[in-house]
């Protein structure tokens, strides 16, 4: 199935980037800077696996990846906002991203963070166009845009980070701090509700089932874990130019599943989160081998 996920991969991310580019194109009314800089981040060089994640979510429903690419690129434009300001000096302060300068350091702080703000708004209006070209009602247009505010907010990645920066320097915590429970809900939030929301998504705008939208939920809750916890893995052991970035989280002491329970135990973790993953995709009718082949993906990556 390697072959065969690399191939899936790398389609779906040929079709959003050719949509991202026209996006990026068809606006000549805003300052070129702007475009610039949202563009920069953009096509950075990401895995687009949360555009990756609508498609094949709506291919399990019934549908289509033309049917849902404007709310994949969404999805990426969301993804590729939260990293610019992840990045910005009040937040992680990193100087390389992908293996290129960050967006603050090129453009400055001002510029990236309206980039940002350009990339999380445009992503909305994205959704709904996309909605009204599905001629959803009105009820499943509102519903769709919930599911993507609500894993991109206070109750999902920007609730996520919060949480993230208030467990920084977490040994020095009093005896009131769990750090297991906050390590759980950081990862839940700040990466799984994204990916969750991705899915949903992708099931929505297909006109999957209840039960269809529970399942990928359930599948993209528990990949969205494996994922973040891959990534506290690769920040220890992962080559740094490979991952394209200096520094580590494991340098600045931050609350990791690697911090908490050293490597081995993570990776067993994030093993039983995949298996888990997959128990959910058995609920499902269709096309989920893309699917079961990415939760596969997602731990044995190497960036």
Not at 81 to 105: C, E, F, Q, V
Not at 163 to 179: Q, S
Not at 291 to 297: G, N, P, S, T
């Amino acid at each position: 199935m390697k072959g065969s996920l690399e191939k899936y991969l790398a389609g779906n991310s040929s079709r959003v980037d050719r949509l991202l580019e026209l996006l990026m194109r068809r606006r000549p009314e805003q300052p070129e800077t702007i475009r610039k800089a949202m563009s920069y981040s953009l096509f950075a060089g990401g895995k687009r696996l949360r555009p990756t994640l609508v498609i094949a979510a709506a291919q399990c429903c019934g549908g289509r990846a033309d049917q849902v690419l404007k709310t994949a690129a969404a999805l990426e434009m969301i993804h590729t906002y939260s990293l610019i300001h992840d990045d910005l000096p009040a937040m992680d302060d990193d100087d390389l991203r992908r293996g290129k300068p960050t967006n603050h350091k090129v453009f400055g702080e001002a510029v990236a963070i309206l980039a940002g703000d350009g990339l999380l708004t445009y992503a909305f209006e994205l959704v709904a166009e996309n909605a009204l070209e599905r001629r959803l009602s009105a009820r499943n247009t509102a519903e769709l845009i919930r599911v993507v505010a609500r894993g991109a907010g206070t109750q999902g990645m920007v609730g996520g980070q919060v949480a993230d920066l208030e467990a920084e320097a977490w040994r020095d915590k009093n005896h009131g701090f769990d750090p297991a429970r906050a390590l759980e809900y950081i990862h839940l939030h700040k990466t799984a509700a994204l990916i969750a929301a991705s899915l949903e998504a992708g099931a929505i705008l297909a006109g999957g089932s209840a039960a269809e939208r529970r399942a990928l939920r359930d599948y993209g809750d528990n990949i969205g874990l494996a994922f973040q916890i891959a990534d506290d893995v690769l920040d220890v052991v992962g080559d740094k130019k490979k991952l394209g970035k200096r520094g580590s989280d494991s340098a600045n002491d931050k609350l990791t599943y690697v911090s908490l329970y050293g490597v081995d135990k993570a990776r067993a973790k994030a093993r039983e989160l995949v298996t888990l993953a997959k128990k959910s995709l058995r609920r499902l009718d269709r096309f989920h081998a893309p699917l079961l082949a990415l939760a596969d993906f997602i731990v044995n990556r190497e960036k």
